[in-house]
């Protein structure tokens, strides 16, 4: 993989990380419900069709999801030899332990389930797209004999 690439990919973890970390430990979970409230209503704009299905379950669902993608991708950049499967556990692993940080220290929020379920698929997606552009950027060298 080009060593700038490297660089770059292991600056945006390290700028999203911190951002990520400012988003899930906030004290009071009004940034949360405002971005869910937010999403919805751009959702419900751009597709009014699709107004009966979203509801903020969902989008908070959505939004937990994405919100790992960047986290896993950027990762397998920074670290290739850990295989997407690992990156899928260190996802689950983080989100229990955001989850649980939440429950114990942070008593305005509130730990939920879906949560880790949404952390960890977002953690897959992240991790599947990030072998994908590693299998590309990192392709055997064929030479004619």
Excluded at 8 to 25: C, G, K, P
Excluded at 52 to 79: C, G, K, Q, Y
Excluded at 111 to 127: E, F, M, R, W
Aim: net charge neutral; hydrophobic share 55%.
């Amino acid at each position: 993989m080009p060593l700038l690439l490297r660089r770059v990919s292991r600056l945006a973890l390290i700028v999203y990380t911190l951002l990520l970390l400012l988003v899930v430990f906030q004290p009071q979970p009004e940034l949360a419900v405002g971005s869910v409230e937010v999403a919805r209503e751009a959702v419900v704009n751009a597709v009014p069709a699709a107004a009966p299905h979203v509801n903020d379950v969902r989008i908070e669902f959505l939004m937990n999801t994405i919100l790992f993608v960047p986290l896993t991708f950027l990762a397998s950049l920074v670290w290739p030899r850990v295989r997407w499967s690992e990156w899928v556990v260190a996802a689950f692993v983080i989100s229990c332990s955001i989850e649980l940080f939440q429950a114990v220290v942070l008593d305005a929020r509130s730990a939920q389930y879906p949560d880790v379920v949404s952390n960890t698929l977002g953690g897959l997606v992240g991790a599947v797209l990030g072998a994908g552009v590693l299998r590309v950027l990192v392709r055997p060298r064929h030479t004619d004999v």
